[in-house]
């Protein structure tokens, strides 16, 4: 059973940059994958990003590209998730997934492991 701890959220103004981390309590063949999303106030999940084959290659919702990055540490199993220019559309509860090899790292029901999720709200 994995264990996904997510941290790095809170209140920043519009504009600003915050940093996630999301780290994994084992490195297995269900860590290959490690994403993040995000759900709004009466929304569904939508994806941001996802590291895959442990940090070979980098996934990235169209609507977000420029303003996150993915980055991996393999020597802390941890993911994170830089995000700039932060704006008030941004605020939501950010959850870090975890699944093994596969296709569709952007689509939720793939993963097999979940944060508790960690908030972000930006203010205008």
């Known amino acids: 059973q994995v264990q996904l701890i997510e941290s790095g959220g809170g209140l920043v103004q519009a504009g600003g940059s915050l940093r996630l981390s999301c780290t994994a309590s084992?490195?297995?063949?269900?860590?290959?994958?490690m994403g993040w999303f995000r759900r709004a106030p009466g929304k569904g999940r939508e994806f941001v990003a996802a590291s895959v084959d442990f940090g070979a290659s980098t996934y990235y919702a169209d609507s977000l590209k420029g303003r996150v990055t993915i980055s991996t540490d393999n020597s802390k199993n941890t993911v994170y998730l830089q995000m700039n220019n932060l704006k008030p559309e941004d605020t939501a509860v950010y959850y870090c997934?975890?699944?093994?090899?596969?296709?569709?790292?952007?689509?939720?029901?793939?993963?097999?492991?979940w944060g508790q999720g960690t908030q972000v709200t930006v203010s205008s």
């Open positions: 084992e490195r297995t063949a269900s860590t290959n994958i």
């Open positions: 997934g975890s699944r093994g090899p596969g296709v569709n790292p952007s689509t939720p029901r793939g993963y097999e492991y």
